[in-house]
C-alpha cells in the first residue's frame, strides 16, 4: 500500500509542477501572452487522455506480466529526454503559427515523461484493486490531487521565488528519474500478485460489468464542463492583470480542491446543496460578466469567477463521483473524465480563437453549466432543477447581452492567439474618432476631423512621459532613431520629422494591419517607419545594436503586462541598443498594479536615473498616463523641459528586484 501511495502521491507532484515551470520557460518567446497557459493547457489534458487511453488499454487487453515489463520498459528510456530545457531552435521568428509551435515544443521537450506520468494514477490504482479486492482505489485518486494541489501551491510561494527557472527544470529532471526508477519497481512488483488474466478475460467470465455508453457519455460530458470553465475563467483573469503562474495556478487548485474532496468521501459532496449553490453562482457569475461597471473590480472579479469556479467543479466532480462505478471499470472511467477534459481544453484553447470573434467562450460556458444542473437534477430533484433553468435564463441573457455590447459601435474586429481586437468608431464632427481596443482596453485613439487627424491622443499627447520627451529632443540637428515596443495605433508616428527612424515592434499582425488600414498615423508620419513582426525582446536579442536616442516600452497600457519586458535582463538588452544619451521610456499605466517602483528599483540595479511623469489627463485628447524615465546621464532626466513635471517615487527597498526567474504581482497590487 505505501509503494501504490507514494509512486501515486510523487507521480501527482511531479505532473503538475511541470506545468508551471515548462510554461514559465516558453512564456517570454511568446510574448507573455496569456493564450500561452491556454495553450500549454490543451496539452496537458490530450496528454492526460493519451495517458489515460493507454491505462484503460493495458488494463484490459495485456496480461498482467506484460504489461507490466512494457510500462517499466518505457519509464526506463524516458529518462533519456531529460533535463525538460527547450531547445533555443523553439524559439519564434514571427511568422509561426504560435499554438502548433508550443504544442511541438511541448511534444519534444516533455512528451514521454508527461505521458508517462498520466499513466500513473489509473494504471497503479488498477493494478491495486486486482490485487486488494476488498479495498477502494478511490482514495488514491483523491491522494493524486492532493499531490497535485501541493505542487500547484507551492510553486508561486516557495519554488518559483527561490530558483532560477533553469534549476527548476534541472532538479525536477532528477525528480523524475528518482521516480521512474521507483514506478518501474512497482509496476514489477505488482505483477507478481495479480491474477494471470486481464479484464477483458475477465469481463469474458461475467467478473467486470459493463459500463452503458450513456453512462460514458455523461461522464465526459460533466469532466468537459468543469474544464471548460477552468480554461474560460483563467482567460477571463489573466488577459486584464498578467499572464504569470501565481494567477494561472489558483484556478487550476481551486478546480483539484474539488477533485479530491468529491473523490474522498461521499459525505464531502451534499449535492441538494449544490444544486441550489452551483445555479445561484451561475447566474452571479453571468451578470458580472455582463455588468460593465463592474469590469475593472480586480477583487470582486477573482472573488466572483473564482468562487463560481469552485462551486460549479463541485457540483459536476461530485455527480462524476457519486456515478463512479466498480473498480473493475475504473480504467474506462478516468478515460472517461480525461477526454472530457482534453475536449473543455480543445473548445477554449483551440477552437474558440478560430470560431468564436471574441472572448464569448465564458458566457458560453456558463450556459453550458446550467444545462447541465437541469440535466442531473431534473431525474430526482426536479423542484431543483427550476433554479437550474433561471440560471440558465440569465447566463443566455447575459451572453446576449455581452454579444450585443461587443459589437456597438465596431466597425472591424479580429481575433487571433494574442486576444481579441476591435476597431470602434464613436462621437459626432469634431469629436469623431477611432479606437483601437484590445479586450477591454483602449490601445490607440485617432480623431478623424482634419484639423485633429495628425494629433497625437491619449497616452501619447504632449502632456505624457513619452510627449514630453519627444518634444524635448525635437527640433534636432539630427535625425533621431526612436523605437518602441508595442504598436497599437501607431501613434508614436505622429511625433516623427523628416529623417527620423521609428523602429517599432509588436507581436501581434493584426495589430499592424489594423494600424495600416483604419489608422492614418503611419501614412502620415514624416519619419521613416519600420515595423518588425515577432516578441520585441527576442528580436532586440537577435540584432545588432540600434543606437536608440528614445526606446519606449508601451506594453503596458493593458493592464494585462507581459513581465518579461520589465525585467532586470530586459533592461540590459535594452541598454546595448541606446546612445550614451539615450532614455529609456516605460508606459506604467495599470489600475492594479504598482510598477513605478519595480522600474525604478530596476534602474537603480543598472545604474540608472529614473524619473516618473504623471499625467492627470485633463489636457485635450490626452488620458491619464504614467511613464518612468531612465537615463545614464542623469543630467538628461534633470532638464527643467522634464524635471518640472516629475513627481517623486516612493522607493520600496525591501520589494525584491524584478528578474526572468523572480517577479511578485501581490506585493505591487495597488490598495483600495
Known sequence: ?????????????????????????????????????????????????????????????????????????????????????????????????????????????????????????????????????????????????????LALLGYPFV??????????????????????LLCAGVALLSARGLPATNLVG???????????????????????????LLLAVTNHITQNIAAVPLLWL??????????????????????????????AMIAWMAWTLADTRVTHDLRLQIAVFCGGLFVVCMFCHGELAREAPEPAALTRFYLMIALGGALGAALVGVAAPLWLPADFELG???????????????????????????????????????????????????????????????????????????????????????????????????????????????????????????????????????????????????????????????????AHIVTPLGDARLSLEREPPQNFDVLAIDAFSSDAIPVHLITSEAVAAYLRHMKPGGIIAFHVTNRFLDLVPVVQAIGAAHGLSALWISDDGEAGLASRSDWVLLARDPAILARPELAQFSTPIVAHPEWRLWTDDFNNLVQVLKRP
Open 1 to 149: 500500500m505505501v509503494l501504490y501511495a507514494l509512486a501515486i502521491f510523487l507521480s501527482a507532484f511531479l505532473l503538475f509542477l511541470v506545468q508551471p515551470i515548462v510554461a514559465k520557460e516558453i512564456l517570454p518567446w511568446f510574448g507573455g501572452s496569456a493564450a500561452v497557459w491556454a495553450t500549454c493547457l490543451v496539452f496537458f489534458q490530450s496528454a492526460l487522455l493519451a495517458g489515460y487511453a493507454y491505462a484503460d488499454w493495458s488494463a484490459r487487453h495485456l496480461r498482467p506480466r506484460t504489461g507490466a515489463w512494457l510500462h517499466a520498459t518505457l519509464l526506463v528510456a524516458s529518462i533519456a529526454v531529460l533535463p525538460i530545457i527547450p531547445a533555443a531552435h523553439w524559439k519564434p521568428l514571427g511568422d509561426e503559427n504560435p499554438i502548433a509551435l508550443i504544442l511541438g515544443l511541448l511534444a519534444v521537450t516533455i512528451g514521454l515523461p508527461y505521458f508517462l506520468l498520466t499513466t500513473t494514477s489509473p494504471l497503479l490504482q488498477a493494478w491495486f484493486a486486482r490485487r486488494f479486492p476488498a479495498r477502494s482505489p478511490y482514495r488514491l485518486f483523491a491522494l493524486s490531487n492532493l499531490a497535485s494541489m
Open 364 to 526: 458560453f460556458g456558463l450556459v453550458l453549466a446550467a444545462l447541465v444542473v437541469v440535466s442531473q437534477a431534473w431525474h430526482g430533484a426536479r423542484v431543483l432543477a427550476f433554479a437550474g433553468v433561471a440560471a440558465l435564463v440569465v447566463a443566455v441573457g447575459g451572453s446576449w447581452h455581452g454579444i450585443r455590447d461587443f459589437y456597438a459601435s465596431t466597425i472591424y474586429s479580429t481575433r487571433n492567439f494574442y486576444g481579441v481586437l476591435r476597431v470602434q468608431e464613436n462621437g459626432t464632427d469634431v469629436t469623431r474618432r477611432r479606437q483601437l481596443v484590445h479586450g477591454t482596453i483602449l490601445h490607440g485613439n485617432q480623431y478623424l476631423a482634419p484639423d485633429l487627424v495628425r494629433e497625437p491622443s491619449t497616452y501619447y499627447t504632449q502632456t505624457s512621459g513619452i510627449g514630453r520627451v519627444l518634444e524635448m529632443l525635437n527640433p534636432s540637428t539630427t535625425p533621431l532613431k526612436v523605437g518602441m515596443i508595442g504598436l497599437g495605433a501607431g501613434t508614436i508616428a505622429a511625433y516623427g520629422a523628416k529623417g527620423d527612424e521609428f523602429r517599432i515592434y509588436d507581436i501581434n499582425p493584426a495589430v499592424i494591419a489594423i494600424a495600416n488600414t483604419y489608422f492614418s498615423y503611419l501614412h502620415d508620419s514624416d
Open 250 to 279: 489558483l484556478p487550476l487548485t481551486l478546480y483539484l480542491v474539488t477533485f479530491i474532496v468529491c473523490f474522498d468521501n461521499p459525505r464531502w459532496y451534499v449535492r441538494r446543496l449544490f444544486l441550489v449553490l452551483a445555479p
Open 202 to 228: 475477465d469481463a469474458m467470465r461475467g467478473r467486470t460489468a459493463r459500463v452503458p455508453v450513456p453512462s460514458q457519455l455523461r461522464w465526459v460530458l460533466l469532466a468537459a464542463t468543469g474544464s471548460i
Open 159 to 180: 519554488i518559483e521565488p527561490n530558483l532560477p527557472t533553469r534549476t527548476q527544470a534541472l532538479a525536477w529532471s532528477v525528480a523524475y528519474s528518482v521516480f521512474a
